[in-house]
């Protein structure tokens, strides 16, 4: 079946570093995908989100980098600063299923002072 | 504009009772979700609603009805509540399927 998963479970990285976080997918027919943060106590917060027809998209100090042909996300943080701790999701969809929405299991990101 | 908001934030049921959680957005949207965060886990799709007056089942819907009477308000109920169905509850709406999800503060539900 369709799973997205996380490569790392916890990252950590020094303040004012960029951090990677990676999600890899499995359905080949996913063409939207979604990158959400998780503070504690709070529900996701919606940070990037990119089409299949695109490889790379920029926000506000992130870039999500989608690589089709081995079914891996990226989101990277530039200048990664305290208030980015947080739990990290991708979620991917088929835009032309009935299938919702699946996330996957989360990374946790840790900045250190 | 306060977004999706969600009530209670907090509950304790013995095992058997039943209750209700309440989602209410105000930005129009058509579609609402509802779903289960359990520890290490990601988010888990229970029901979903594509307009007012329609549900449908997610990914784990047994233990638990919905409804959309009004298409601002999205219910979820636990007419028998398990020790399983301990959770935190987030609600969630987007303006169409493909477009970003937004979602509520969540509901920290215990079943003791």
């Known amino acids: 079946g369709e799973s997205v998963g996380l490569h790392l479970p916890t990252l950590s990285v020094q303040e004012g570093d960029n951090s990677i976080i990676n999600c890899a997918y499995s359905?080949?027919?996913?063409?939207?995908f979604i990158w959400y943060k998780q503070e504690s106590g709070k529900g996701p917060q919606f940070i990037i989100d990119?089409?299949?027809?695109?490889d790379k998209r920029q926000g506000q100090r992130v870039t999500v980098l989608l690589n089709k042909t081995v079914k891996h996300l990226s989101l990277q943080i530039a200048a990664t600063q305290p208030g980015d701790s947080a739990v990290y999701f991708c979620?991917?969809?088929?835009?032309?299923?009935?299938?919702?929405?699946?996330f996957g299991s989360g990374t946790q990101l840790t900045v250190l002072p | 504009n306060a977004g999706v908001t969600q009530t209670p934030k907090f509950r304790v049921l013995k095992t058997g009772q039943s209750m209700t959680l309440l989602c209410a957005q105000d930005?129009?949207?058509?579609?609402m979700y509802w779903y289960r965060q359990d520890p290490g886990m990601g988010l888990r799709l229970i029901h979903y609603?594509?307009?007012?007056?329609?549900?449908a089942k997610g990914e784990v819907p047994d233990g638990y009805n919905v409804s959309r009477l009004k298409k601002q308000n999205f219910l979820l109920g636990l007419e028998s509540a398990a020790p399983s169905q301990t959770s935190v509850y987030f609600c969630?709406?987007?303006?169409?399927?493909?477009?970003?999800?937004?979602f509520g503060s969540g509901t920290q539900l215990s079943v003791l």
């Open positions: 609603s594509v307009g007012e007056g329609t549900t």
């Open positions: 990119i089409r299949s027809n695109m």
């Open positions: 930005m129009n949207h058509e579609y």
């Open positions: 359905n080949s027919a996913s063409d939207y």
């Open positions: 969630a709406s987007s303006r169409t399927r493909t477009e970003k999800l937004f």
């Open positions: 979620a991917e969809k088929a835009e032309g299923s009935a299938r919702q929405l699946t």
